[in-house]
């Protein structure tokens, strides 16, 4: 009987696909031989985080099958069907050699914080895939203060004056020197490799009661100069060299590294000046004495592109002006009447930008010849430079001054010190401004 009922399905199977044209479920042979063109999509990463108005990457792969190539349009949708917020870029792309693509997520700045579960939608003609993606939204940081704004007290180790900075790759050193408290001179020299934690450094034999006003860095090694014509050098400023000479005992206030020169000046119109592109200006020898036609005492040096400035105070306000740095020339400069003690210049957009250590003024000329001031601070000032399209002045009482406007205004910056600030150096992605006290002073760039 058993073998009854299976003879009559097999027949009953056998009609079945008779009448359905030979074939299997009612689709066709020719179908299963040519399948339809298909793909599937992937992407890595799937989780993403970023800060709302900002944007984010991701790469889709499209693995074609059965031969699929052309277009495919691309979307973003919420898991839960609600309108998304988050661009996408491209809208669509072409499968063809390439099926890694690079897609750009957009977070507008608008969109709250959270966790946003997406699903990315590829459609070509009746084909439509999707992969799930989460995007992790975080709050955008404050911006950053403006540069030079805020200052951040650093621990110097001393209560000395401190009067230079200078700095080169995680190599910061700072100078100066006075009185200490068993009333004797006393040599300072600090270095540091993040301008946060400093240590000190022995001055040469010789130097160690010299104050040091002035430090640079310029050819591979820091150059310091101070009292009595004192020059000392330093590759790491940690181990420093007495450089002899015997051109001059007048007090050296600063020193410059311009186009491959050391230029140092001082008391009594000083100007010492060394090639650094010939000489090795760590020797007394390689350094020469010139005729700056002025017994007043020089403060600072720049180069405007064409020729050199040093300014410095005088009966009417020292300016001096040269092209090779051998031959100086007083550019008479009219103040207005005025008699300012001119310690630092600076030169942006076209225009000469002095400060006066006397009567408190900030100065402008085109020319140097005629002056006028358009600002008077509160307290005397002692130097000025120049961060890119901004003017840092430094002052008494803590002072740090910030301009936008190339001199014309000025606005107080937070120093949290009513120590008297002597100099600002441009150190990298560092500022850092030095005073008395032992007052080290830190800003981010």
Same mark, same amino acid.
């Given at each position: 009987m058993v073998r009854v009922i299976y003879s009559l399905f097999i027949l009953t199977v056998a009609l079945l696909v008779s009448s359905c044209g030979g074939g299997f479920g009612g689709v066709s042979s020719s179908l299963l031989e040519n399948p339809k063109p298909d793909f599937s999509i992937s992407l890595?990463?799937?989780?993403?985080?970023?800060?709302?108005?900002?944007?984010?990457?991701?790469?889709?792969?499209?693995?074609?099958?059965?031969?699929?190539?052309?277009?495919?349009?691309?979307?973003?949708?919420?898991?839960?069907?609600?309108?998304?917020?988050?661009?996408?870029?491209?809208?669509?792309?072409?499968?063809?050699?390439?099926?890694?693509?690079?897609?750009?997520?957009?977070?507008?700045?608008?969109?709250?914080?959270?966790?946003?579960?997406?699903?990315?939608?590829?459609?070509?003609?009746?084909?439509?895939?999707?992969?799930?993606?989460?995007?992790?939204?975080?709050?955008?940081?404050?911006?950053?203060?403006?540069?030079?704004?805020?200052?951040?007290?650093?621990?110097?180790?001393t209560t000395l004056p401190l009067w230079g900075a200078s700095c080169t790759s995680g190599k910061y050193v700072v100078v100066g020197g006075g009185r200490n408290a068993q009333n004797q001179y006393e040599a300072v020299l600090l270095y540091s490799t993040d301008g946060t934690n400093w240590q000190r450094a022995q001055a040469p034999q010789g130097t160690e009661t010299n104050t040091f006003y002035g430090v640079v860095y310029g050819n591979g090694f820091f150059v310091a100069v101070g009292y009595n014509g004192s020059i000392i050098a330093s590759q790491d400023g940690i181990n420093?060299?007495?450089? $002899?000479?015997?051109?001059? +005992?007048?007090? /050296?206030?600063?020193? !410059? @590294? *311009? &186009? #491959?020169?050391? %230029? =140092?000046?001082?008391?009594?119109?000083?100007?010492?000046?060394?090639?650094?592109?010939?000489?090795?200006?760590?020797?007394?020898?390689?350094?020469?004495?010139?005729?700056?036609?002025?017994?007043?005492?020089?403060?600072?040096?720049?180069?405007?592109?064409?020729?050199?400035?040093?300014?410095?105070?005088?009966?009417?306000?020292?300016?001096?002006?040269?092209?090779?740095?051998?031959?100086?020339?007083?550019?008479?400069? $009219?103040?207005?009447?005025? +008699?300012?003690? /001119?310690?630092?210049? !600076? @030169? *942006? &957009? #076209?225009?000469? %930008? =002095?400060?006066?250590?006397?009567?408190?003024?900030v100065y402008l000329s085109q020319d140097l010849s005629v002056w006028t001031s358009p600002y008077t601070a509160q307290q005397r000032l002692t130097f000025v430079l120049k961060v890119n399209d901004l003017l840092l002045a430094t002052g008494d009482g803590g002072t740090i001054l910030r301009s936008t406007d190339g001199g014309q205004s000025w606005t107080l910056a937070n120093t949290g010190t009513s120590n008297k600030v002597n100099f600002v150096s441009d150190c990298e992605s560092l500022l850092i401004a030095v005073g008395d006290g032992g007052t080290v002073l830190t800003s981010r760039r």
């Open positions: 890595n990463p799937n989780t993403l985080s970023v800060q709302a108005g900002q944007s984010t990457n991701t790469t889709l792969t499209i693995t074609p099958q059965f031969g699929f190539s052309g277009n495919v349009a691309l979307s973003l949708e919420r898991e839960d069907g609600s309108p998304c917020m988050i661009g996408l870029s491209p809208s669509s792309v072409n499968v063809g050699r390439n099926n890694n693509f690079q897609l750009t997520l957009s977070v507008p700045s608008s969109l709250p914080t959270g966790t946003y579960r997406l699903s990315l939608k590829a459609t070509s003609g009746d084909i439509v895939k999707r992969a799930s993606i989460t995007i992790v939204v975080s709050e955008t940081p404050p911006p950053p203060p403006p540069v030079g704004e805020n200052w951040i007290p650093q621990n110097s180790g420093w060299v007495r450089v $002899n000479h015997n051109l001059t +005992t007048k007090t /050296l206030y600063r020193v !410059a @590294y *311009i &186009n #491959g020169y050391f %230029v =140092a000046m001082g008391q009594n119109g000083t100007i010492l000046v060394c090639n650094a592109n010939t000489s090795d200006c760590r020797q007394g020898a390689s350094w020469s004495l010139k005729t700056s036609g002025t017994t007043q005492t020089l403060e600072w040096l720049i180069h405007d592109g064409q020729r050199y400035v040093m300014v410095g105070v005088g009966n009417v306000g020292t300016v001096l002006t040269s092209s090779d740095l051998n031959t100086w020339t007083n550019a008479n400069a $009219n103040f207005g009447g005025d +008699t300012p003690n /001119l310690w630092g210049i !600076a @030169y *942006i &957009n #076209g225009r000469y %930008v =002095a400060v006066s250590n006397n009567n408190n003024k």
